[in-house]
């Protein structure tokens, strides 16, 4: 067993950060931006290179796309994202923070795969199987006994990784889309774990 010192804190103060979650550290957010810069450079990548026969928009919404799912995928697992969505909302929050806290209708805004069909070839069968997948998948998660939240969370990751590899094709240029996506909200944004801080 390790000698290190740890510190659970589960409350926080100030403004309400929907992003790293109220009261991050700046190594917090550092690590929210470059995984965000990861998802935002890969379409930059595509763009200058011209690997997909897409107007500049098209790019433009995927880069917007890609920085909020891999910025998430790294921002939803920060202990300071943790405490910020699995505590009440503060008496001086404002009431929208309520709806933000709200797991399932936190899952819900996540239309990207609705977004993936419209306009980059998805195909109709890709969005709605993988938005009703993700919101399925939320509420197993939520309905499921604390202690098992996080292997049922990775049982879904695990099948949303292979159905997208060998099920329902993805979409050109967004291959690694689905499972960043679920590893963003299923395991990230709804598995309560404890909010180790410095």
């Known amino acids: 067993m390790s000698s290190e010192s740890v510190n659970i804190d589960w409350t926080y103060q100030g403004s309400p950060d929907f992003l790293a979650g109220t009261g991050a550290t700046r190594t917090e957010r550092s690590l929210m931006w470059a995984g965000g810069l990861v998802g935002a450079g890969l379409y930059a990548f595509f763009f200058l290179t011209g690997t997909y026969a897409w107007a500049w928009w098209g790019y433009l919404l995927a880069g917007v796309m890609a920085f909020d799912v ?27 923070t309520r709806f933000f806290k709200n797991h399932l209708f936190f899952t819900a805004l996540h239309i990207y795969p609705l977004i993936i069909a419209l306009f ?14 993700l919101l399925i998948a939320a509420l197993a998660v939520l309905k499921t006994p604390r202690y098992l939240q996080r292997p049922v969370a990775f049982l879904f990751i695990l099948l949303a990784l292979v159905i997208n590899l060998y099920g329902i094709p ?11 996506l679920f590893l963003k909200i299923v395991y990230g944004h709804l598995v309560r774990e404890e909010p180790y801080r410095p």
């Open 70 to 96: 891999a910025g998430g995928v790294v921002a939803n697992s920060l202990n300071s994202c943790k405490r910020f969505y699995h505590t009440p909302p503060l008496p001086a929050e404002p009431s929208s």
């Open 120 to 133: 980059f070839g998805g195909g109709w069968l890709y969005g709605l199987f993988w938005y009703a997948a």
């Open 170 to 180: 993805a979409a050109p240029g967004f291959e690694w889309f689905i499972p960043a």
